[in-house]
């Protein structure tokens, strides 16, 4: 490896395995993006990495409904882990170490949050939008009829 040093950037040149080029090429393409983007993102899914396990958290792998498949508990585990993943869309989620049980219940709340703030947006409509509404035009009516009626008796 050797480094230069050229408007305060360092130029870095790496040997590397085909096998390793070829993993950065698809992985560019799979980002739309370059080479340079995809070591900068590994670069700082390890850095994201330490330093949850320098705060006494863990790395977790879940699937989309947030269940757990994996939990890193060793930083070298990782890239085998991202290697062997398959074709299933993966999430990293960083957070203290929780069970299963722990992760569904969290999952649950947030779902019934989610409910609670529905009713309400759909108690404001009908409060708002119905009954403030209706109690407008009926009070329009009231007063133009009374006017009406004012006007024909005199």
Known sequence: MSIQRQNKRI???????PELYE????????IDGDNAEVLLKALSLLEVTVEAKQKGKHLWIVDENQN??????????????????G?????????????????????HLKEL??????????????????????AAVLFIFAVSGSSLFMQIYR
């Open 113 to 134: 949050k989610f409910k609670q703030e529905l009713r309400k947006d759909w108690i404001i409509f009908i409060v708002r939008d119905v009954v403030f509404f209706s």
């Open 23 to 30: 993993t950065i090429i698809n992985l560019a393409s799979e």
């Open 68 to 85: 757990l498949e994996t939990e890193i508990t060793d930083i070298k585990d990782l890239s085998k882990i991202i290697t062997s993943k």
């Open 87 to 107: 074709n299933k869309p993966l999430v990293l989620s960083i957070g203290n170490s929780q069970s299963q049980e722990d992760i569904e219940l969290e999952r």
């Open 11 to 17: 130029q870095i040149n790496l040997d590397l395995s």
